[in-house]
C-alpha cells in the first residue's frame, strides 16, 4: 500500500512538474516574433518584442538589431517624438556604429515630420536642421546626401519665414527696431531664402517708419532689382510715396 501511494505521489508530482516550468524563451525568439508582428503592421506589439531583447543583453550584435528595429516601428507608427529619442538614444549608445548614418538621417526625418507652421515654434526645424547637417557634415558620400540638402534648404527656409512672421508681428504692434533686427537676420542667416522680397518689402518699410531712408531706400531697390514681378513692388512704391 506505501508502494502504491508513493508511486502516485511520484506520478502527480513528475506531472506537475512538467507543466509548472515552461521552456525558456531566449533572444532570437522575441527577436523573431516582433518581426512577425512589424510584418503585419502591429508596431506595438513589435516594439513590445524588441523590447526584451534589448533588456536582455543577449549580445550587442542583437541589441543593435533590436534598438534600430524599435525606432523603425516607432517612425512607421507615426510616433515621432518617441522615434526620434530612441534614434538619439541609439547614436548615444552606438557613436562608432556602421548604422550610424542611417540613424542620424532618421532621427532627422523624425524631427522634420514634427515641424509645424511659421507662426508657431520651431524646435523642431532647428534640430532637424542640426541633425541633417552634422549627418551631412559627417558622411557626404552617403547615397541619401542629396535628399538631405533638399531637408536642410526646406527647414532653413522654415527658420527665415519664422523670423519674417516675427518681424510683420513686430512691425504690426509698433516696434519697428525689434522688426529690424528680425527680417535683418533673414539675410544674414539664410541668405538663400525663398521669399526674400517679402522680407526686402517689410524691412524697407521698418527702415522708412525708423527714419532710416537711404536703407529703405537700398532695401526697396534691391526688391525692384531682384524680384521685379514680385507682390510687393507697388507696397513698396506706396510705402515710400508716404513716408519719403
Known sequence: MKFLFSLC???VLSACASTIVPPPRNAEYYLKQGERMFDRELYEEAIANWEKVRDSYYSPELNIIAEMKIAEAYFLSRKYPEAA??????IKQHPNSDRLAEAM????????????AADRDQTATSNALVTFESMLKRFPQDPRAEEVKVYIGRCRDRLASHEVYVGRFYLKYGKPFAAIRRLEKVFKTYPNYYYRDEAWYYLGKAYLITGQKEKAVQAFNTLFKDFPASQYILQAQKSLEKYY
Open 85 to 90: 529619442a530612441a534614434y538619439e538614444d541609439f
Open 105 to 116: 538621417y532618421y532621427l532627422g526625418l523624425s524631427y522634420y515630420r514634427q515641424i509645424l
Open 9 to 11: 505521489a511520484l506520478l
